[in-house]
């Protein structure tokens, strides 16, 4: 078994027992995309998966510390004692892979309330969801591309399915916040330009969800809020910087 695969197989299994235990915990990040999408992924999107990230509800997350643990990971205990209302590290025993939780809120770069969506069916947070977890990191890598245009090829654009991209869902969140809409604004910019670089395809699909988005987001009423920070602009920060978590 190839480490994808080993990966992709433990991430299946901690929400099946998560699932089990009654526990609200959902997949994102690299392997939560690849589980999401199944057959619809893209293999041109492939890369090496190095983490599996999970997001659960603060209630469950002792419970699920207790499971990730059960199974052989190691808890990266001053991190987690110092930082366990919001977020769990765990290495991988005799291995690089590492298994990060976010408890109760994604915040990265910026905020996201994707909470909600763990009861979601399916082992990880719904397409729209994890779309935005890549779109609202600021200095968006290759593999963070890659995993945007694996999303972007393989789901369809409909609203109430969890395995498609959701319009108004993305337009109503970004019309409120105008740090999160440019930092999306900036991120769809950047993919329509690097997407010469796909099979010519994939390349078509991708752009015509990208532009979907961007109309869907500039089309949206804007908030008072919105409008106001939208005037200062880049002259102030309008993201946070994400702490780095490794081994």
Known sequence: ????????????????EADRQGLAARLLGGVGIR?????????????????IDLLVRRRDSRKLEALIADRGWEPARSFNALNGSRRLLFH???????????????????????????REPGPSLPATDLLMTKLQIVQLNEKDRDDCYAL????????????????????????EDWGLYHTFERNLA???????????????????????VAIAM???????????RARIGERKPWYDEPEEVRR
Do not use: Y
């Open 218 to 228: 500039e089309g949206a009423p804007k908030s008072r809020r919105w409008r106001l």
């Open 190 to 212: 950047r993919l329509s330009g690097d997407s010469e670089t796909t099979p010519s395809e994939a390349a078509q699909v991708i752009i015509s969800v990208i532009k979907a």
């Open 92 to 118: 991988e025993a005799g291995g690089d892979a590492q298994i990060d939780v976010f408890v109760d809120a994604f915040e990265m770069c910026h905020s996201l309330p994707v909470a909600d969506s763990v």
């Open 35 to 51: 589980l999401r999408l199944g057959q619809r992924f893209d293999p041109a999107f492939d890369r090496p998966l190095r983490d």
């Open 1 to 16: 078994m190839s480490a994808n695969e080993r990966l992709l197989d433990e991430g299946r299994r901690l929400v099946l």
């Open 152 to 175: 972007l090829r393989g789901s369809a654009v409909d609203a109430g399915d969890p395995d498609a991209i959701d319009l108004t869902r993305i337009a109503r969140l970004t019309s």
